[in-house]
């Protein structure tokens, strides 16, 4: 290589000698024109595989049939790839240019080939993140990917990118090996942790709820602690963004829902089915024997009838028949042939605790309906019938005396 270039620059001094170019001239002239000539080459090159080579990959990947690589080898992909040949071209032809210039000072060199180094290291670096781009714009596009909290994986392999490349580039600044400034980063790495404490928690966070599968975006969550009760919206490496009920934003850490329970609400919706689970109190001196009377009474009721048709009227081990018995089978018959109820999961009517604000009746079903408001709507239909239904039973409701009781 050297005896290609002294001969080179001894045939251009020769050349600009015999034109009558002073001899001192000369010698720099020729530096010039060999450095010219290098940076003339590297330009031809870098349009070569701009134009080249790119518009060759778009065209064959324009005639494949599948779609995902027209994303994964798209022109900013391809020319991040390129990018990095020129910086390699130019290292290569880093010995013609200080031969031609006739650099002698160490540190001038020193410094040229750092550059070159931490240009290629920049080149990779940046060819790598705008694959990871590429590839988390391609995963949007399936629709298996569309609730899953891709975006802080991509911004976690972002992170660790940037690591990477910051050690290769200060290895290349004072002369050491990636492996032994790593080996010394170790006795710092309490106040580093320190420093980038919430970073890291986050990260962390974030990569166990995606490979647990704790959360994705669109599901509803709740954290009575945080005051958090809506669907979330975004999920990333340092936040996650909540669109409360009443359609403001709240943003937490995501080491939050690591370090303090949450309840997730989206296996309720996969389910299909939403528990109602309401009671009502009796008022125990409302509880009788059943009479052939009332029993005959009901059956004239058009409101009662069809839902006595399915319903024993005696006890199946003999003994007494009470009305608050036949007021829970009519309502278990109830939400039993009621269309809007689930009826693929448990459904029952039973009786808690007596306390001193009388017996509870339980209600304990799910309705086919998971969003909110058809779900508040069946649920009042439900106990706006059992409650008009109790009086026709001789069933007397408990509540808290009011102003009107006291006038009456």
Same mark, same amino acid.
């Given at each position: 290589?050297?005896?290609?270039?002294?001969?080179?620059?001894?045939?251009?001094?020769?050349?600009?000698?015999?034109?009558?170019?002073?001899?001192?001239?000369?010698?720099?002239?020729?530096?010039?024109?060999?450095?010219?000539?290098?940076? $003339?080459?590297?330009?031809?090159?870098?349009?070569?595989?701009?134009?080249?080579?790119?518009? !060759?990959?778009?065209?064959?990947?324009?005639?494949?049939?599948?779609?995902?690589?027209?994303?994964?080898?798209?022109?900013? %992909?391809?020319?991040?790839? *390129?990018?990095?040949?020129?910086?390699?071209?130019?290292?290569?032809?880093?010995?013609?240019?200080?031969?031609?210039?006739?650099?002698?000072?160490?540190?001038?060199?020193?410094?040229?080939?750092?550059?070159?180094?931490?240009?290629?290291?920049?080149?990779?670096?940046? =060819? %790598?993140?705008?694959?990871?781009?590429?590839?988390?714009?391609?995963?949007?596009?399936?629709?298996?990917?569309?609730?899953?909290?891709?975006?802080?994986?991509?911004? *976690?392999?972002?992170?660790?990118?940037?690591?990477?490349?910051?050690?290769?580039?200060?290895?290349?600044?004072?002369?050491?090996?990636?492996? !032994? $400034?790593?080996?010394?980063?170790?006795?710092?790495?309490?106040?580093?942790? =320190?420093?980038?404490?919430?970073?890291?928690?986050?990260?962390?966070? !974030?990569?166990? @709820?995606?490979?647990?599968?704790?959360?994705?975006?669109?599901?509803?969550?709740?954290?009575?602690?945080?005051?958090?009760?809506?669907?979330?919206?975004?999920?990333?490496?340092?936040?996650?963004?909540?669109?409360?009920?009443?359609?403001?934003?709240?943003?937490?850490?995501?080491?939050? $829902?690591?370090?303090?329970? =949450?309840?997730?609400?989206?296996?309720?919706?996969?389910?299909?089915?939403?528990?109602?689970?309401?009671? @009502?109190?009796?008022?125990?001196?409302?509880?009788?024997?059943?009479?052939?009377?009332?029993?005959?009474?009901?059956?004239?009721?058009?409101?009662?009838?069809?839902?006595?048709?399915?319903?024993?009227?005696?006890?199946?081990?003999?003994?007494?028949?009470?009305?608050?018995? @036949?007021?829970?089978?009519?309502?278990?018959?109830?939400?039993?042939?009621?269309?809007?109820?689930?009826?693929?999961?448990?459904?029952?009517?039973?009786?808690?605790?007596?306390?001193?604000?009388?017996?509870?009746?339980?209600?304990?079903?799910?309705?086919?309906?998971?969003?909110?408001?058809?779900?508040?709507?069946?649920?009042?239909?439900?106990?706006?019938?059992?409650?008009?239904?109790?009086?026709?039973?001789?069933?007397? $409701?408990?509540?808290?005396?009011?102003? %009107?009781?006291?006038?009456?």
């Amino acid at each position: 290589m050297n005896i290609f270039d002294h001969s080179i620059k001894a045939d251009i001094y020769n050349r600009l000698v015999g034109w009558g170019v002073a001899e001192s001239t000369a010698t720099v002239l020729d530096g010039i024109i060999i450095l010219a000539y290098l940076v $003339l080459l590297v330009l031809i090159i870098n349009i070569l595989l701009r134009w080249g080579v790119v518009r !060759g990959i778009q065209w064959i990947v324009r005639r494949t049939r599948v779609s995902w690589d027209d994303i994964l080898f798209d022109s900013k %992909v391809v020319q991040r790839l *390129t990018g990095i040949v020129t910086p390699v071209v130019i290292k290569m032809m880093l010995p013609l240019a200080i031969s031609a210039l006739e650099i002698s000072q160490e540190w001038i060199v020193d410094v040229l080939y750092k550059g070159i180094d931490i240009l290629i290291v920049l080149a990779g670096l940046r =060819f %790598v993140n705008r694959l990871l781009k590429t590839l988390y714009e391609l995963m949007l596009r399936r629709p298996a990917w569309h609730d899953k909290p891709i975006k802080g994986l991509l911004e *976690t392999m972002q992170v660790v990118l940037a690591i990477v490349g910051i050690i290769l580039i200060v290895a290349i600044l004072i002369d050491k090996s990636p492996a !032994g $400034l790593l080996t010394g980063l170790g006795a710092s790495a309490a106040v580093i942790s =320190f420093i980038f404490k919430d970073s890291l928690m986050g990260l962390l966070a !974030g990569v166990q @709820l995606s490979a647990n599968n704790m959360l994705k975006v669109g599901d509803w969550i709740e954290m009575p602690s945080r005051g958090i009760d809506g669907s979330v919206i975004e999920v990333t490496l340092t936040t996650i963004k909540i669109r409360r009920w009443d359609n403001t934003c709240q943003t937490i850490p995501p080491y939050l $829902l690591i370090s303090e329970p =949450f309840t997730n609400w989206q296996a309720m919706r996969d389910s299909g089915g939403r528990r109602v689970k309401r009671s @009502l109190n009796v008022d125990m001196t409302s509880i009788g024997f059943m009479t052939d009377e009332l029993l005959a009474k009901l059956r004239e009721n058009s409101n009662v009838a069809p839902l006595l048709e399915g319903v024993a009227t005696t006890l199946p081990e003999g003994g007494a028949l009470t009305n608050l018995d @036949l007021y829970m089978r009519v309502v278990n018959r109830y939400i039993d042939i009621h269309p809007r109820v689930n009826h693929t999961m448990l459904a029952m009517v039973r009786q808690l605790q007596p306390t001193e604000w009388g017996l509870p009746i339980e209600l304990y079903f799910f309705t086919q309906a998971i969003d909110w408001v058809p779900h508040e709507h069946l649920q009042t239909e439900v106990m706006s019938h059992v409650v008009a239904l109790a009086p026709l039973f001789g069933i007397r $409701l408990y509540q808290a005396p009011s102003s %009107v009781d006291f006038k009456s």
